[in-house]
C-alpha cells in the first residue's frame, strides 16, 4: 500500500527512514490509532485498565491526543505537548503482561495501517516506548531494572 506523502513534509522522518517509511502519514496514523484502540478497549487483559482509566466521554479527545503523540513521534510534527509517562506511573496494576499485550495488538494495528516498512518502523517506536514506560514505572515503583529486557512484539498470525 502507497500513501499520499504530500500531507508530511520532506524532513519528517530521518532521511535513512523516509524511503522505506512512504505509509507513514498523517491517514495511516489516524488508521494506526483507531484501530488499535479498538482492539485495546475490547481486549480482555487490557479494555479493563483502559476503560476504568478513561471516561467513555473522554475517549473521542484520547483518540485525538494519541493521533498527535503519534504525529509527533512518527513524522516530527510536534503537534503534541504533554508527559505521557505521568498517567501511567499511578498504575499499580500494570504488569509486563500489559505491556507485552500492548506490543502484541500495536503490531496488528501498525501492519493494518502501514505497508511492511512502515509497519516495522512504527513498531520499533512503540517497543522503546515500551521499555522506556516500563523502566519509568519500575524506577516509579522502587523496583529494580537491572534484569529488565526489552519486550518485543510477537509475530501474530495473519
Known amino acids: 500500500m502507497r500513501a499520499d506523502l504530500s500531507v508530511r513534509s520532506a524532513s519528517a522522518l530521518p532521511a535513512e527512514e523516509d524511503e522505506r517509511a512512504a505509509s507513514i502519514d498523517e491517514t495511516g496514523i489516524r488508521r494506526l490509532v483507531y484501530g488499535f484502540y479498538d482492539a485495546v478497549r475490547g481486549d480482555p487483559l487490557l479494555g479493563p485498565v483502559f476503560n476504568r482509566e478513561i471516561a467513555a466521554e473522554e475517549w473521542p479527545q484520547h483518540l485525538e491526543t494519541m493521533c498527535a503523540f503519534w504525529s509527533s513521534v512518527l513524522l516530527r510534527t510536534r503537534g503534541y505537548d504533554g508527559r505521557p509517562m505521568r498517567p501511567h506511573l499511578g498504575l499499580a496494576d500494570i504488569s509486563d503482561a500489559h505491556f507485552q499485550r500492548w506490543l502484541d495488538l500495536f503490531s496488528v ?18 517497543e522503546r516506548i515500551a521499555q522506556s514506560f516500563r523502566l519509568g514505572i519500575a524506577m516509579h515503583r522502587g523496583e529494580s531494572t537491572v534484569h529488565m529486557r526489552p519486550l518485543a512484539a510477537r509475530p501474530q498470525p495473519d
Open 109 to 126: 494495528a501498525a501492519r493494518n495501517a502501514f505497508d511492511e516498512a512502515g509497519a516495522a518502523i512504527v513498531l520499533a517506536y512503540a
